[in-house]
């Protein structure tokens, strides 16, 4: 089975600053991944997802992410964090296509001071 | 157009009581699902259907049971509360299968909490 990793739990920054969230996946063949958000008080949403092609992945708010297949790894980007990008992140991989096997990494909770 | 919607929001219950989480989604969607959430474990998928009629177990279905009598309904139940199943409990459903589409639509979250 697949598992993912966030190993970071809680990342704390400044307006402005630049963000990198790690995640790494262990599975062997093809994987679809994705990175999810959870803004203070709403439900999950999707943030952006790669399925094939341009390993950059462009998603929403100025999120990106790049699949690294070498280094099993779907980092998530952004250039300057905004207070309102605070939310808890979750990576999660779908292996294979399967319909039941999204499996979500722990989460990094991000924390933006203004 | 409500999307995914959990009820209730937040129970209280003492060990060995019962209850049913319902989830209703009003996309026409023919997969649901249901995530516990606890603190530092993400999400962890307890029970999934891909259509009416039909369920299967996910990661953690221990002393849960579900039902997906209707397509739009996904209840949750619990037969005997425990301290451990206290958690955020997330419905979510999708177009069709994950390798395809990849999104799930997340309801609210059903806080419940077992004394």
């Known amino acids: 089975a697949q598992s993912v990793s966030q190993h970071n739990h809680h990342v704390i920054l400044s307006e402005a600053a630049s963000l990198e969230l790690g995640c790494n996946y262990s599975?062997?063949?093809?994987?679809?991944l994705f990175w999810y958000v959870q803004y203070p008080g709403q439900h999950l949403q999707l943030l952006l997802k790669y399925f094939s092609g341009d390993p950059l992945v462009k998603g929403i708010k100025g999120f990106e992410a790049e699949f690294i297949k070498s280094k099993f790894s779907f980092n998530l980007r952004k250039p300057s964090v905004q207070w309102s990008d605070t939310a808890e992140y979750f990576c999660a991989v779908n292996a294979g296509g399967s319909a039941r096997q999204l499996t979500f990494g722990s989460g990094t909770q991000l924390t933006v001071l203004p | 157009n409500a999307g995914v919607t959990q009820t209730p929001k937040f129970r209280v219950l003492k060990t060995g009581q019962s209850m049913t989480l319902l989830c209703a989604q009003d996309m026409n969607h023919e997969y649901m699902y249901w995530y516990r959430q606890d603190p530092g474990m993400g999400l962890r998928l307890i029970h999934y259907?891909?259509?009416?009629?039909?369920?299967a177990k996910g990661e953690v279905p221990d002393g849960y049971n579900v039902s997906r009598l209707k397509k739009q309904n996904f209840l949750l139940g619990l037969e005997s509360a425990a301290p451990s199943q206290t958690s955020v409990y997330f419905c979510?459903?999708?177009?069709?299968?994950?390798?395809?589409?990849?999104?799930?639509?997340f309801g609210e979250g059903s806080r419940l909490t077992v004394l």
């Open positions: 979510a459903s999708s177009e069709g299968v994950l390798g395809e589409t990849g999104e799930l639509f």
């Open positions: 259907s891909v259509g009416e009629g039909t369920t």
């Open positions: 599975y062997g063949g093809t994987v679809n």
